[in-house]
């Protein structure tokens, strides 16, 4: 394990509205407003055409990573918990999961891909200050990585 210690900056509530995509509107905010580290928090609805979430390895000893996806087809609630660092090309990197659950059915993955917020989504974002931690890109993993320094 490795760890570091870091403190509590500010603390921003956004409202995301219909077909705005969750990762890139939150990395976006993040940028303009000189987060370098944060918690990301999100209740809502999401899905609709063009959205997918990333929901595991086809094979999880495998490098690189090939990675399973599954369409959001029509209207879900969401709720999600995700980090937000820099990635070591200075740019806010958003990895997130969500659970998304509609008419007694539910599935749980990774945002990457593009999640659209459908209605409104609810959105705390609890910045983090004083760490170094930061993301870098692994190319066998075929993603950001936590590097806590």
């Known amino acids: 394990m490795r760890y570091s ?9 956004l409202k995301l509205e219909s077909g705005e995509i969750i990762h890139e509107t939150i990395e976006n905010f ?5 987060i370098k580290a944060g918690v990301v928090l999100i209740v809502g609805g999401g899905g609709g055409e063009d959205s997918t979430l ?18 959001l087809d029509d209207a879900h609630e ?3 918990f995700g980090t937000l660092f820099m990635s070591d090309e200075e740019k806010s990197v958003l990895h997130m999961h969500i659970s998304a659950g509609r008419a007694g059915a539910s599935t749980t993955g990774c945002i990457r891909r593009g999640v ?15 760490t ?3 993301k870098q890109y692994v190319k066998d993993m075929n993603n950001f990585v936590l590097f806590t320094n």
């Open 78 to 80: 969401i709720t999600g």
């Open 116 to 130: 659209k917020v459908w209605g409104m989504l609810e959105v705390i974002i609890l910045e983090i200050t004083n």
């Open 5 to 13: 210690q870091a403190e509590l900056g500010r603390v921003f509530i």
């Open 132 to 134: 170094k931690a930061s």
């Open 30 to 34: 993040a940028e303009q407003h000189h």
């Open 54 to 71: 990333v929901v595991g390895p086809e094979d999880s000893k495998a490098r690189p990573i090939t990675v399973m996806e599954r369409s």
